[in-house]
């Protein structure tokens, strides 16, 4: 006699395509430059520089708006809001995207 069982592996979906559940790494915008973290493409010295920010003096920018009966409030907030990059090379501003 012959017993034919109905064997429940033949569904169709094949255990080695398992779903990518985990992601170690956020993925990061900027992935081209990604040596260090302070680098950016100063176009003065035409390559990748390390940079600071200006420091602000809120001093003085408080007394440009006093003496400018507020119309230097706009670029106060500007500034402060934006900074600027600076080159460490050479010092300019460096201005990307
Ligand atoms: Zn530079």
Known sequence: ?????????????????????????PKRRDDTLAVGSNTARCSHCNKTVAYHYSPIN????????????????????GMTLCPTKLCDECGGPIWND
């Open 1 to 25: 006699m012959k017993t034919l069982e109905s064997s429940p592996s033949s569904l169709g979906a094949s255990p080695a395509e398992l779903p990518q559940s985990v992601t170690p790494a």
């Open 58 to 77: 809120h001093k003085k920018q408080l007394f440009l708006t006093v003496f400018t009966i507020g119309l230097w409030l706009p670029l106060w907030l």
